[in-house]
């Protein structure tokens, strides 16, 4: 019972649609340019060869949305 008196608390952290929109609009704009990046370090090769995304490619995607969310 009391957490439902006191939820109202959390209501700050809650993103909005239209953060959460733009969010995902920049993180698929993000992973196109990095893929654009990898097809012109490696080309011609198939798939099994294909670079896969690195951690630092995670990271920058997380830091990315986490700084338009927050």
């Not at 006191?6 to 704009?29: G, M």
């Not at 670079?51 to 969310?69: C, H, M, V």
């Amino acid at each position: 019972m009391t957490f439902y008196l006191t939820e109202d608390v959390f209501l700050e952290f809650r993103t909005l649609k239209a953060t959460r929109t733009e969010a995902n609009r920049q993180d698929r704009q993000l992973r196109e340019l990095m893929a654009n990046q990898h097809a012109k370090e490696v080309c011609h090769n198939t798939a099994a060869k294909r670079p896969q995304p690195t951690d630092q490619d995670r990271l920058q995607r997380f830091n990315q949305q986490s700084n338009l969310i927050y």
